[in-house]
């Protein structure tokens, strides 16, 4: 990358950095009104949630027609979401321990909190639990995919691409292929276990 796109990749971490500071601190806050480790919100919060929460009968009559005759589709993809799930597991399982590539931890992508608010009813649960399920799988195959893309072809789109994964921003640039193979070899070591940080939630 020339000197620019570094000095904008440069600022990009930092807003990055500046971001989790601002995220651990407001999760610190929320973790003084949470008691034994478990997401319940204090006595006086958690009457005001069951006071609002709609009933499942009413929630149903109130349902759009709509939204009852389109439900089957959405569950429906719950089985390749899980299929998909499963093979990109079993693949970065065999590959990436074949290529020396640090694993990604499916359990950073995919997480159930909201399903333990009060104001939400049983099918809103369960709602919840499925988008949760669903669009974690995506971002934890997205990034098992991105890691395989760093370790095969490392380099940039000359057409634009919306939502490039962050790992394209570090990529080489379209037709500079002078000491290209060097330079693979670094964008590969960066993906060993030892390189490649692992992702926590942000204390």
Same mark, same amino acid.
């Given at each position: 990358?020339?000197?620019?796109?570094? @000095? /904008?990749?440069?600022? /990009?971490?930092?807003?990055?950095?500046?971001? +989790?500071?601002?995220?651990?601190? +407001?999760?610190?806050?929320?973790?003084?009104?949470?008691?034994?480790?478990? !997401?319940?919100?204090?006595?006086?919060?958690?009457?005001?949630?069951?006071?609002?929460?709609? $009933?499942?009968?009413?929630?149903? #009559?109130? @349902?759009?027609?709509?939204? /009852?005759? =389109?439900?089957?589709?959405?569950?429906?993809?719950?089985?390749? *979401?899980? *299929?998909?799930?499963?093979?990109? #597991?079993?693949?970065?399982?065999?590959?990436?321990? !074949?290529?020396?590539?640090?694993? &990604?931890?499916?359990?950073?992508?995919?997480?159930?909190?909201?399903?333990?608010?009060?104001?939400?009813?049983?099918?809103?649960?369960?709602?919840?639990?499925?988008?949760?399920?669903?669009?974690?799988?995506?971002?934890? &195959?997205?990034?098992?995919? !991105?890691? =395989?893309?760093?370790?095969?072809?490392?380099?940039?789109?000359?057409?634009?691409?919306?939502?490039?994964?962050?790992?394209?921003?570090? *990529?080489?640039?379209?037709?500079? $292929?002078?000491?290209?193979?060097?330079?693979?070899? =670094?964008?590969?070591? !960066?993906?060993?276990?030892?390189? =490649?940080? &692992?992702?926590?939630?942000?204390?």
């Amino acid at each position: 990358m020339n000197s620019k796109a570094n @000095a /904008i990749v440069d600022r /990009i971490r930092a807003l990055e950095g500046e971001l +989790e500071i601002q995220i651990a601190e +407001e999760r610190r806050l929320m973790r003084e009104r949470l008691g034994k480790g478990r !997401a319940e919100l204090d006595r006086e919060m958690e009457k005001m949630n069951r006071s609002v929460r709609i $009933g499942v009968l009413r929630y149903i #009559s109130e @349902a759009q027609l709509s939204v /009852i005759l =389109t439900a089957p589709f959405i569950y429906a993809l719950l089985l390749p *979401f899980a *299929f998909l799930d499963v093979s990109v #597991s079993i693949y970065q399982s065999v590959c990436f321990r !074949a290529y020396g590539i640090a694993r &990604v931890r499916r359990r950073d992508y995919i997480v159930y909190d909201r399903g333990r608010l009060s104001y939400l009813n049983a099918i809103e649960k369960i709602n919840c639990t499925y988008c949760s399920y669903a669009n974690g799988v995506i971002a934890y &195959v997205r990034e098992v995919s !991105a890691r =395989t893309e760093q370790y095969w072809c490392p380099i940039k789109h000359a057409l634009k691409v919306r939502g490039p994964h962050s790992r394209q921003r570090l *990529f080489e640039e379209y037709g500079d $292929g002078a000491e290209y193979q060097q330079r693979l070899k =670094t964008h590969r070591d !960066a993906l060993k276990p030892d390189k =490649t940080p &692992v992702k926590r939630d942000i204390d």
